[in-house]
């Protein structure tokens, strides 16, 4: 019975951190296509001690690869990269800062897609360095597994890579989770 409260309770946070991912489209039209997702994160990583803002990065970086692959053409991944490399921040105290000015517009130019990307990259500098919530491994298999599914790699090349950083998550000894 107590198990089965942590477990709720845990998948509820997860879910609570997607809809700040998610921010400001509404989690409710996403949950039914994530629950899979969840589920296979959250019996991956609850065991492991991975925090639920983990579980949720994790999610999003598998939905945003299959949003890539099946739902934008060659030319807006091309442009979509483009974006990213020009306009996003390049590093995560530049996301710090980007997601402290987006109340007054910074990245109102940007394709929604790539501001949907740039949000969550900020949305996790903050988790890392600010609330410590995810490592360094965490944010990278995200960046990375959206990254290369725009350039387009191979979904079988970025499973392997996601999965490798994903075994890495919480064992950086320098990392305070």
Known sequence: ?????????????VRLYIAVLL????????RHTLRDDVERWMNEGRPRGWSPQTVAVMT?????????RNDLTLL????????????????VMAELDWLTRVKDGAGSDMEPFVFRF????AMQASWLLRDQTIDIFTKGAFVTAVSWALTGVGLEEIYVKVSELADRIGTDPKAQR
């Not at 019975?1 to 946070?13: L, N």
């Not at 921010?23 to 409710?28: Q, S």
């Open 1 to 13: 019975m107590i198990e089965g409260f942590k477990r709720w309770r845990y998948r509820r946070q």
């Open 23 to 30: 921010y400001p489209d509404k989690e409710r039209k996403v």
């Open 60 to 68: 999003m970086a598998g939905s945003l690869i299959h949003v890539v």
């Open 76 to 91: 807006q991944r091309e442009r979509y990269v483009e974006q990213l490399r020009d306009r996003a921040p390049q590093d």
């Open 118 to 121: 740039t949000f969550m990259n």
